[in-house]
């Protein structure tokens, strides 16, 4: 089992960065594939990113999001980040990170209801 807490939102303008951090307990982090997922009030849950558990860290993007966002992670760390460039008032959301404890390898997956651990979130609000 792994507990997840997100960290790093905040109130930015238009076109503004961001990095979110989540820190992730328990010494089998490694084992585990990460997603960032994001959630508007009164809305589904949408994926972001997500990022493999194999070396060479395979990743996938939403397409709102590629070429703006990236995801790593660092098991030493017990952490996965989310980089977020170029934010529109459109990304204003909470944000998620969740692990999947049975994806393969190499799989990045994409379908929220596949993750297993979810953190708290935390508010990104993108003001223009």
């Known amino acids: 089992q792994v507990q997840l807490a997100e960290s790093g939102g905040g109130l930015v303008q238009v076109g503004a960065s961001l990095r979110l951090s989540c820190a992730g307990s328990?010494?089998?982090?490694?084992?585990?594939?990460m997603g960032w997922f994001r959630q508007v009030p009164g809305l589904e849950r949408e994926f972001v990113a997500a990022?493999?558990?194999?070396?060479?860290?395979?990743?996938s993007y939403a397409d709102s999001v590629k070429g703006r966002f990236t995801i790593s992670r660092d098991n030493a760390k017990n952490a996965v980040y989310l980089q977020m460039n170029s934010l529109k008032p459109e990304d204003t959301a909470v944000y998620y990170c969740a692990a999947d404890a049975n994806a393969g390898l190499y799989f990045t997956q994409r379908r929220g209801s596949q993750y297993d651990f979810w953190g708290q979130g935390t508010q990104v609000t993108v003001s223009s």
């Open positions: 328990g010494r089998t982090f490694s084992n585990y594939t």
């Open positions: 990022i493999s558990r194999g070396v060479g860290r395979s990743t």
